[in-house]
């Protein structure tokens, strides 16, 4: 079973950077879609950022202009990055196949903190 690992997660202030990554322990992007998706408190998690077995890209239009999705193929691992961050980006951030009802389960993701 392929296993995804998410990490770079921290405190930032607003207007900040992040650098999130996915780890899987095996080459599963030509087979799927990837995403990032997010959960705030309270909140049902949402779809953030995808990209495709072929390569494009697309991110929620709340995140449009900072948010970037990227994959390197050789290290098995999807990439957020994420710029100028807002309070409101505050949440779990997790990493799995687009659309999320082919996956089996959710990791623990990694939590994101935007506050002064």
């Known amino acids: 079973q392929v296993q995804l690992v998410e990490s770079g997660g921290g405190l930032v202030q607003p207007g900040g950077s992040l650098r999130l990554s996915c780890a899987a322990s095996?080459?599963?992007?030509?087979?799927?879609?990837m995403g990032w998706y997010r959960q705030a408190p309270g909140k049902q998690r949402e779809l953030v950022a995808l990209i495709t077995t072929a390569g494009s890209t697309n991110v929620v239009d709340s995140v449009k202009g900072r948010f970037t999705i990227s994959r390197d193929n050789a290290k098995n691992t999807v990439y957020l990055q994420m710029n100028s961050l807002q309070p409101e980006d505050t949440a779990v951030y997790y990493c799995n196949v687009v659309p999320s009802s082919l996956s089996l389960s959710w990791g623990q993701g990694t939590q994101v903190t935007v506050s002064s």
């Open positions: 095996g080459s599963i992007f030509r087979i799927n879609a």
